[in-house]
């Protein structure tokens, strides 16, 4: 026969919960409670909250479709680029003696790096077709118009921006594939009038091809160009969020028929 156990002193003994007394909290709801009180602690101090909701919740013009997802779809396409870029840009050397080398480590020896390394040279291909069909999408919408002519004139300015960090992430690898067609490129900007050979001479570097231009496409296309292009996403989708997207042609039309038959 097993004696009882002695009861617990006073000071260890758990307070009994009277009726009606909530629960204690599970380690789940507690968490969650941390986590608000966190974001409260800081939305009290940075009154980001606002800014937040000036971005959810906005008005759209009536009919979106799919087409207006292409911008959304070219600026996460640019955050893929970016993050396998910057895990690229740990393996490789951006020198005439080792640039093939380190492509050739990267693409046959590092873990995943065929992987990621294919994700950025398709990424690049996808990205430049995302954003010329979100440029057709806002030609033919008339969505650079008044008041969105701003918005369109940086648009034009991030497509020349991408063609030119896919001109200059092209001669990377510096095969022969990749020099010769950035040496054709880079003469058939030099056909230019009046600043054509200036910029010619400013992408090689010089006269001609060497290591000097293999550095200067390297910062071109990791460092200028991807903060370039960073900051015009921020000045479009703000003027984006400010002025708002334009309804399709035909919603517009089927407005205007019922404005003309009242």
Not at 155 to 182: E, H, I, K, N
């Amino acid at each position: 026969m097993r004696l009882p156990a002695p009861p617990l002193p006073r000071a260890l003994r758990r307070p009994a919960r009277r009726p009606g007394e909530d629960k204690p909290a599970k380690p789940v709801e507690q968490l969650g409670q941390a986590g608000i009180g966190a974001v409260d602690w800081i939305d009290e101090r940075t009154s980001v909250s606002g800014g937040l909701r000036w971005v959810m919740f906005r008005k759209t013009p009536y009919g979106n479709n799919w087409f207006y997802t292409l911008g959304s779809a070219t600026m996460f396409a640019f955050l893929s680029q970016a993050v396998t870029g910057v895990f690229l840009a740990m393996y490789y050397d951006p020198s005439v003696t080792n640039a093939y080398e380190s492509t050739r480590h990267i693409t046959n020896e590092v873990f995943l790096g065929e992987f990621v390394r294919g994700m950025h040279k398709w990424g690049s291909t996808v990205m430049m077709i995302l954003i010329f069909l979100h440029m057709a999408r806002t030609f033919f919408f008339g969505a650079y118009k008044y008041p969105r002519e701003l918005t369109w004139i940086i648009g034009v300015v991030l497509l020349v921006l991408t063609a030119l960090m896919s001109l200059t992430g092209y001669l990377l690898p510096f095969d022969q594939r990749s020099y010769w067609a950035t040496v054709v490129a880079v003469n058939i900007n030099g056909t230019g009038p009046i600043v054509g050979p200036y910029l010619a001479d400013f992408l090689r570097g010089g006269a001609e091809f060497g290591a000097t231009t293999l550095s200067r496409f390297y910062a071109i296309h990791m460092l200028l160009t991807p903060g370039a292009i960073a900051a015009l996403i921020g000045a479009h989708l703000y003027l984006v969020m400010r002025l708002g997207t334009t309804a399709p042609p035909w919603i517009r039309a089927e407005r205007l028929r019922d404005d003309q038959r009242v």
